[in-house]
């Protein structure tokens, strides 16, 4: 079953523009994370939010989670043609399985 | 690269026939998740493995079963093979059991059943 789904689907941006993706879950959760996955590889961890933080960066990358919401979002700033790819959110389900959503793709023009 | 290593890559299979899928934990960790990707989907929890005991299973049935070995490698056993089968099964290793920390995922295996 799919605990996360993100927003949108799909997603076209100009180089150095910024990029959004939003994730909705539906049950209570201890940590969210976001993975990226190029071309049907393997998915490659970004970054992971526990349920009490609201804010968290890495490099060019914000991830806020609205708990309240049950919400989080993925912003990625001045967007590169490198970070074409599907991204994923993926929250935990009875400690044991990471639950991902279908994911948006990203796709960056030059 | 992540130091999760998957063979083989790519396979394909008779429907009827079974599978094995091998995955080799990133070193220091004791957990190994499996994870099948249909095409346009996202991937979706098989089982898990914490240091040789099953830990936690999806929705599939008992014709995929799984295996744990003392280095912590893991084996994916599909038997019975179903042309909704193929698919990308991904295997991820963690430091600890559960979904609290970062899973390094390997490459992926490619299976498709004719």
């Known amino acids: 079953s799919q605990q996360g ?9 100009q180089e150095g523009e910024n990029a959004t993706m939003n994730c909705s879950y539906k049950t209570s959760i201890n940590n969210l994370q976001w993975y990226r996955q190029n071309s049907g590889r393997g998915l490659v961890h ?3 939010i526990r349920s009490n933080e609201r804010e968290k960066h890495s490099g060019r990358l914000r991830v806020t989670l609205d708990t309240s919401k049950k919400s989080s979002s993925l912003l990625i700033t001045a967007s590169r043609a490198a970070d074409t790819a599907s991204y994923f959110c993926a929250t935990d389900q009875a400690g044991t399985a990471l639950i ?3 994911g948006t793709t990203l796709s960056v023009s030059s | 690269e992540t130091g999760v290593t998957q063979s083989p890559t790519h396979l394909i299979k008779t429907r009827g026939q079974q599978v094995t899928l091998r995955c080799s934990s990133q070193s220091g960790h004791n957990t190994v998740s499996w994870y099948q990707q249909a095409l346009g989907q996202g991937p979706q929890f098989i089982f898990q493995y914490y240091r040789e005991e099953e ?3 999806g ?5 995929f079963s799984g295996l744990q070995f003392p280095n912590y490698s893991s084996e994916l056993n599909v038997n ?3 042309l909704d089968d193929s698919a990308l099964y991904l ?3 963690s430091l600890e059991g559960g979904a609290d920390t970062e899973a390094f995922f390997g490459q992926g295996t490619r299976l498709t059943v004719v």
């Open chain 2, 91 to 93: 295997c991820a290793s």
């Open chain 1, 46 to 48: 970004l970054i992971l």
């Open chain 2, 55 to 57: 830990n936690g299973r």
């Open chain 2, 59 to 63: 929705n599939f049935p008992p014709r």
């Open chain 2, 80 to 82: 019975a093979l179903e």
């Open chain 1, 100 to 102: 991902f959503g279908k």
């Open chain 1, 5 to 13: 789904e993100e927003d949108p689907q799909a997603l076209s941006i």
